[in-house]
């Protein structure tokens, strides 16, 4: 599981075009398929040693996490991770 966010913690010679923090998304790789007709991404993931690995990824989860992060910091940022592991790798 990963979470991507931007600080917008940039060299004083560039431009922010946007206001920071923003977040990008929340995505995983998995060496099986999580639905039924799913493509693999990548042939040789390198986060899966090689293997096929199938991403997803959502970006209106990522505003709810960034959201999070501010209100709760790192630990609740964690535990929302978790439980979506979880509802994806561990369901039945």
């Known amino acids: 599981m990963h979470f991507v966010f931007g600080t917008g913690w940039v ?11 923003i977040a990008w998304n ?3 790789h998995h060496p099986i ?5 799913e493509l693999p991404f990548d042939k040789s993931c390198p986060y899966l040693d090689g293997k096929p690995c199938y991403y997803n ?13 501010i209100s709760e910091g790192s630990e609740g940022v964690w535990k929302q991770l978790e439980a979506e592991y979880e509802a994806v790798f561990e369901k039945g």
């Open 57 to 69: 990824w959502s970006d209106t989860k990522a505003d709810a996490m960034l959201e999070l992060l």
């Open 11 to 21: 060299s004083k010679n560039q431009v922010i075009p946007k206001s920071y923090p």
């Open 26 to 28: 929340i995505g995983y």
């Open 33 to 37: 398929p999580t639905f039924e007709g």
